[in-house]
């Protein structure tokens, strides 16, 4: 079974998740575009190392090797929607990458 995964797209049209990741250099590009194909696949059976849940009907996708890729997303409208794109250099994922996923979520209800 095949899930639909989608970016997500402001009021302007814009898509901020695809510009994110299609700025990258090759190697990070591939990784990203592997975790949202990997979640086309498995949808909500995807679990870590790959998935994490993060708040109420918001996850990330979690990229391994040198750069910690890390993609939010949520699922609404029955499709996967990739909220917010970013690499993690903390221990932690930051209160302010959640806060831009949470508001991009808002926009969609």
């Known amino acids: 079974m095949s899930y639909e995964v989608i970016f997500y797209s402001t009021p302007r049209g814009e898509k901020p998740v695809k510009e994110f990741i299609f700025s990258q250099d090759e190697s990070t590009k591939s990784k990203y575009l592997h ?46 929607i990739l909220l917010h794109a970013f690499i993690k250099k903390t221990p932690k ?17």
């Open 35 to 80: 975790l949202a194909t990997l979640l086309s696949q498995y949808g909500p059976f995807l679990r870590l190392p790959f998935s994490r849940k993060l708040d109420k009907n918001l996850y990330e996708l979690r990229g391994k090797g040198k750069s910690k890729l890390r993609i939010i997303y949520t699922y609404c409208n029955q499709k996967y």
């Open 93 to 109: 994922t930051p209160p302010k990458e959640i806060s831009v996923a949470k508001s991009r979520q808002l926009t969609l209800i």
